[in-house]
């Protein structure tokens, strides 16, 4: 055996347990929007860890805060104040709604912190509301609430009994959301695009028509953004490229840019609910994940970046939404999404195409078992964004 990728892929096997299925190459460096192989063999990357290095791989800004935090302190505990913690909070709340803001290391850590605060803000206000709406399709994690809040059963399985309270609606479908609202509902807990269920967009007026249902019955609006959040819609955040604020927000994936952080952004009256004690981590919001989550916010909000991705956004839809005209009729059943997340749906399964992508060069990722998802980071230049669609078209069988 001497391809590396193989002996390194070998290792891995004997010594890790079986949840993944990688792809076949072991990544050994990256910079920008590419990545390099244990061969030496360079890759355009359009999935970006999955919707996280959106800055990127190596961004010379990020690896700056990061080296320097790592000189100066790493942790500590939030038994004591820090600072650059502060600062990545300060930064959301001056960019969002949010006036308050909870760190944990994860997506699923930051979905667990919120649901957890939803119940527990209608608790302290005296009102017995438990139960959550979301929806089929829809993924929030894998701890045990966040994967009980996820509406794909697959994912369930050997896992139960599931935290009680979650009634899954299919996406969309308001008059579904009414009839499972009740005086014992806490909240509704939606991504604002669905991406792991196959990047589904909300059709128009259901992220409207939540937030006017969750007034209506007094329960809090939960946006799941750790996917959408941090420019992958183009805007900071997805809700506000959807013009819908929510009462909780939770973030991760970009907000490191690959370090683990995750967050939960909300009112300072919400965030009242969880008093000293009640809930925590011991990692969470440390120096070294919130130095680099503030350099990213910095970058993303003073960097002009998200000024410059409109011209890949524009290339990228562009060619996407005309892709089923060049590749064999029938081949593509449709083509979803907005800024840098895309879901192309196939006749057939997503993975033989993943791998003609990667052995011409260019790394995508599936979003269920027929959607070819598209995550790329937003600082891909039109040219890359031109070079990466030439292949995914190739592998389709364009002409
Ligand atoms: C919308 C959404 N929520 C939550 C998660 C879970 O995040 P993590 O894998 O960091 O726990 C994901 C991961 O893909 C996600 O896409």
Same mark, same amino acid.
């Given at each position: 055996? +001497?391809?590396?990728?193989?002996?390194?892929?070998?290792?891995?096997?004997?010594?890790?347990?079986?949840? *993944?299925?990688?792809?076949?190459? %072991?990544?050994?460096?990256?910079?920008?929007?590419?990545?390099?192989?244990?061969?030496?063999?360079? *890759?355009?990357?359009?999935?970006? !860890?999955?919707?996280?290095?959106?800055?990127?791989?190596?961004?010379?800004?990020? %690896? &700056?805060?990061?080296?320097?935090?790592?000189?100066?302190?790493?942790?500590?505990?939030?038994?004591?104040?820090?600072?650059?913690?502060?600062? %990545?909070?300060?930064?959301?709340?001056?960019?969002?709604?949010a006036e308050k803001v909870f760190?944990?290391?994860?997506?699923?850590?930051?979905?667990?912190a919120a649901?957890k605060l939803a119940r527990r803000y209608h608790r302290l206000r005296g009102?017995?509301?438990? /139960?959550?709406?979301?929806?089929?399709?829809?993924?929030?994690?894998?701890?045990?609430?966040?994967?009980?809040? @996820? #509406?794909?059963?697959? *994912?369930?399985?050997?896992?139960?009994?599931?935290?009680? !309270?979650?009634?899954?609606?299919?996406?969309?479908? $308001?008059?579904?959301?009414? %009839?499972?609202?009740?005086?014992? +509902?806490?909240?509704?807990?939606?991504?604002?695009?669905?991406?792991?269920?196959?990047?589904?967009?909300?059709?128009? #007026?259901?992220? /409207?028509?939540?937030?006017?249902?969750?007034?209506?019955?007094?329960?809090l609006? $939960?946006?799941?953004?750790?996917?959408?959040?941090?420019?992958?819609? #183009?805007?900071?955040?997805? *809700?506000?490229?959807?013009?819908?604020?929510?009462d909780i927000?939770?973030?991760?994936?970009?907000?490191?840019?690959?370090?683990?952080?995750?967050?939960v952004a909300t009112t300072a009256e919400i965030a009242s609910a969880l008093t000293p004690g009640s809930h925590? @981590? @011991?990692?969470?919001?440390?120096?070294?994940? +919130?130095?680099?989550?503030?350099?990213?916010?910095?970058?993303?909000?003073?960097?002009?970046?998200?000024?410059?991705?409109?011209? @890949?956004?524009?290339?990228?839809?562009?060619?996407?939404?005309?892709?089923?005209?060049?590749?064999?009729?029938?081949?593509?059943?449709?083509?979803?999404?907005?800024?840098?997340?895309?879901?192309?749906?196939?006749?057939?399964?997503?993975?033989?195409?993943?791998?003609?992508?990667?052995?011409?060069?260019?790394?995508?990722?599936?979003?269920?078992?027929?959607?070819?998802? $598209?995550?790329?980071?937003?600082?891909?230049?039109?040219? /890359?964004?031109? &070079?990466?669609?030439?292949?995914?078209?190739?592998?389709?069988?364009?002409?």
């Amino acid at each position: 055996m +001497t391809d590396p990728n193989q002996r390194i892929a070998a290792r891995f096997q004997d010594a890790l347990v079986g949840n *993944y299925a990688p792809q076949p190459v %072991a990544l050994v460096s990256g910079e920008g929007c590419h990545v390099v192989d244990a061969a030496g063999r360079r *890759y355009l990357d359009l999935m970006a !860890g999955v919707s996280t290095c959106a800055l990127g791989h190596c961004h010379p800004k990020l %690896a &700056a805060a990061l080296e320097a935090q790592a000189r100066k302190l790493w942790h500590v505990s939030n038994h004591f104040f820090t600072e650059p913690v502060v600062r %990545a909070a300060e930064l959301i709340c001056a960019h969002s709604f949010a006036e308050k803001v909870f760190f944990g290391n994860s997506g699923t850590e930051a979905n667990e912190a919120a649901l957890k605060l939803a119940r527990r803000y209608h608790r302290l206000r005296g009102e017995d509301r438990f /139960e959550f709406v979301a929806f089929d399709r829809g993924f929030h994690g894998r701890t045990l609430f966040a994967l009980s809040a @996820t #509406g794909t059963p697959a *994912y369930w399985e050997g896992f139960e009994p599931l935290v009680p !309270g979650f009634r899954h609606v299919s996406f969309g479908d $308001l008059d579904g959301v009414k %009839a499972q609202l009740s005086e014992r +509902t806490a909240g509704i807990l939606v991504e604002p695009i669905q991406g792991e269920g196959g990047v589904h967009l909300p059709p128009p #007026g259901f992220l /409207e028509g939540l937030r006017r249902l969750a007034d209506e019955n007094g329960c809090l609006l $939960l946006f799941d953004e750790v996917q959408t959040g941090l420019g992958r819609t #183009g805007s900071l955040f997805g *809700y506000q490229h959807f013009g819908v604020t929510p009462d909780i927000l939770t973030l991760a994936k970009a907000l490191g840019n690959g370090l683990p952080i995750g967050a939960v952004a909300t009112t300072a009256e919400i965030a009242s609910a969880l008093t000293p004690g009640s809930h925590g @981590t @011991t990692l969470g919001g440390n120096p070294l994940a +919130t130095a680099v989550a503030a350099a990213v916010l910095e970058e993303l909000t003073e960097g002009g970046v998200l000024e410059r991705a409109r011209a @890949t956004a524009a290339r990228l839809a562009e060619r996407l939404e005309t892709l089923p005209e060049r590749v064999p009729e029938g081949r593509v059943q449709a083509v979803r999404g907005v800024g840098f997340l895309w879901g192309i749906e196939l006749s057939e399964p997503a993975r033989p195409v993943i791998d003609r992508c990667r052995e011409r060069g260019v790394l995508v990722i599936p979003a269920g078992a027929n959607v070819l998802r $598209l995550a790329p980071p937003v600082v891909l230049n039109p040219e /890359e964004a031109d &070079a990466g669609l030439d292949v995914i078209e190739e592998a389709l069988g364009a002409e």
